[in-house]
């Protein structure tokens, strides 16, 4: 056997194969993205100022000059640019939704991990009352808490994080029932970890996964939930501009300036497809639970 | 056990008094006393079910909710801990006392490099800065007999085989130097060859430090090797305790005797059955009356369906307990 051995088939190989299911996806993260640079920037992309009205140019159809103003989605009720209100929507889109998924996801996985870990009284009093909050339809649930609280964006995030944090706890109480019989768990506890080290350093990380899907499916709902509320008025205040508010507003001028209500929409629309997609790929790739 | 025959001024690090545990009203451990002293090894033997594992999880304080000490006393280097609020507890765990058992590669968490969980161990107890701890932490590795230490150190558990996950336990468990080591069944989950070193990794490393080392197994071939003195458990009581030679020498306790019987041998001729032991462990809720083991003994009579024997010492040898009224005929056992 004095012959050398070739290299072993595989082993010098360091290119990194893209995962297939990514590419019907990546689209969609290119919209997603486009979304989120909009929203960030929207005060340097908005070609007008949206709040700003000219009355004589109200329901301008897309793509018409006023006064040498070109109006590229045409204009609202008011006069004011439509293209601007829709980038300034996802604006208000955006932050709702990341603002409420993250306050939601903070209090859920907190309670269903502490849930998890001492079982017994604290285990029922929190699943109970997550229960209770599933069993409400969520977005009567958010009526009647802005009904309260009345109205506008900090009142729509709080809302929103206060009605679906029992999500992420049922998640994350589930992951964790299942992870502190484990052997790393159980061998972290037995060489002297506090009980906030082993949430933090050895539980946490190992549900990261599941609960990332659930926030990135609930952050599409959110996007609609916002948009929901502001139709109906409770949501974002005027002028403050939001999808839903001007979809309620296109309502009434649907026959004769369909523009108003078809943009918003189809910004809904194309976000929450997107990042529902995305969601669908990180839960094939993330969720142990869910078999390909 | 036999306290007495040594001097009662150096207490064991771990003595163990009357501990009785039960889980909804089944008494999985009853009347268990158990000492470890400094540098020494004892075996926990029985089968699976008997409670050693619950004895082992009391010790550390960290039995399933459903369970409770119902009686007796863990002392810890000399503090009784069934007394103590679990947060000090958490002190003693990993520091005094630390645990190993036998899924090395699931034990660790799959997240963390190697090396940082060593150090956690170390820096959840002892106040040092992390460079020194990395240091501690990549000897240790080097100690536990793993070649190239600073690479592990870096290595996630998936980049290791099952029997270094099993070094860098013992690595996590032994890098305060406790004063008790307890080993659940160390070894059942690795392949025979490893099996061997591993063992004698933890006697070098127990011993070097004089670590009293509770080893729990259900392997007669690992009790042989590696442990001074034997505790045989069955369905929640110790049934028999002595000096390991002794014990292979002669059992006093028919359960003994036929657990010896069943390892199966190498010089058996053709084929042969493998020998068992008739009937299954007690139901632990409806436990017979008298002797725990009278069902499945050869040797029972009324007075074993009746009475439960104490554990009592051998005429000829105090060190060497056992709970039979026949004691003395267990040797006609075939």
């Known amino acids: 056997m004095s012959a050398p051995l070739p290299p072993p088939a595989g082993a010098s190989r360091p290119v990194r194969r893209i995962d297939r299911r990514l590419i019907p996806v990546l689209p969609f993260i290119a919209v997603f993205l486009l979304f989120a640079i909009v929203a960030l920037f929207a005060p340097w992309l908005a070609p007008q100022n949206p709040y700003s009205q000219d009355l004589l140019g109200r329901l301008r159809p897309p793509g018409d000059v006023v006064r040498g103003t070109a109006y590229l989605l045409g204009t609202d009720e008011l006069g004011r640019d439509l293209l601007s209100r829709v980038i300034y929507g996802a604006r208000v889109s955006m932050l709702v939704a990341t603002l409420s998924v993250v306050v939601s996801l903070v209090i859920g996985v907190a309670l269903g991990m502490l849930a998890a870990l001492f079982r017994g009284a604290i285990e029922i009093l929190i699943m109970r009352i997550v229960d209770v909050f599933l069993s409400i339809p969520p977005i009567l649930l958010a009526i009647i808490t802005v009904a309260v609280l009345g109205p506008g964006l900090i009142n729509v995030v709080l ?7 029992p999500r992420y706890a049922r998640v994350a109480f589930g992951q964790t029932l299942s992870l502190v019989n484990q052997p790393y ?11 906030p080290r082993l ?10 996964g599941p609960i990332t899907v659930v926030a990135t499916l609930e952050f599409g709902l959110m996007v609609l939930f916002e948009a929901g509320l502001s139709f109906l008025g409770l949501g974002v205040q005027p002028p403050m501009a939001s999808w839903g508010s001007t979809l309620n507003v296109g309502r009434n001028y649907v026959a004769t300036a369909w523009w108003i209500a078809l943009f918003p929409g189809l910004c809904l629309f194309l976000l929450i497809l997107s990042v529902n997609l995305i969601g669908d790929y990180l839960r094939d790739r993330l969720d142990p639970t869910s078999k390909r | 056990m036999s306290v007495t025959a040594r001097a009662p001024t150096e207490e064991a690090p771990l003595t163990v008094r009357d501990l009785s545990v039960h889980i909804e009203g089944a008494p999985v451990v009853d009347g268990v006393t158990l000492d470890v002293r400094a540098g020494e090894t004892v075996a926990l033997v ?18 399933p909710p459903a369970a409770h000490v119902d009686g007796g006393t863990i002392r810890i280097n000399g503090s009784d801990t069934t007394r103590q609020a679990e947060h000090a507890m958490q002190r003693l765990r990993g520091d005094k006392i630390a645990m190993i058992f036998q899924e090395p590669v699931s034990s660790l968490n799959p997240l963390m490099r190697v090396g940082a969980q060593i150090v956690e161990a170390l820096l959840s107890h002892r106040r ?30 998936f980049e290791l085989s099952g029997g270094m996950c099993q070094r860098v336990m013992i690595a ?21 060859t490893i099996q061997a070193q591993i063992l004698d990794l933890m006697r070098a490393l127990t011993d070097e430090t004089g670590t009293a080392l509770l080893l729990i197994t259900h392997d007669m071939g690992v009790v042989a090797d590696m442990a001074d003195r034997v505790a045989v458990m069955y369905a929640g009581r110790i049934v028999e305790t002595a000096p390991a030679r002794a014990l292979f020498a002669r059992q006093r306790h028919p359960y003994t005797r036929l657990l010896l019987g069943t390892i199966p041998k190498v010089e058996g001729q053709g084929r042969t059955l493998l020998p068992t032991i008739e009937g299954v462990v007690p139901d632990m809720r409806e436990l017979p009356v008298g002797c725990r083991f009278h069902p499945r003994c050869p040797l029972a009579g009324p007075r074993c369906r009746q009475e439960a024997p104490p554990l009592a010492a051998a005429p000829d040898d105090p060190a060497h307990e056992s709970a039979c009224w026949f004691a003395d005929r267990v040797g006609e056992i075939a």
């Open chain 2, 46 to 63: 029985g089968e699976s079910g008997c409670g050693k594992s619950m004895t082992a999880l009391a010790v550390m304080g960290l039995l």
């Open chain 1, 199 to 208: 949430l933090w350093r050895h539980i946490l990380p190992n549900i990261v």
């Open chain 2, 172 to 192: 996590i468990a032994l890098i305060c130097e406790p004063a008790i080591l307890i080993a659940d069944e160390p070894t059942t989950a690795l392949d025979v």
């Open chain 2, 128 to 157: 040092i800065d992390q460079q020194a701890a990395r240091r501690a932490a990549i000897e240790m590795i080097d100690r536990v007999g793993i070649p190239d230490p600073e690479t592990r150190f870096r290595q996630y558990p």
């Open chain 1, 185 to 195: 768990v159980r061998f972290a506890r037995h060489i002297g970890n506090s009980t």
């Open chain 1, 159 to 165: 809302v929103l994080a206060l009605t679906r944090w």
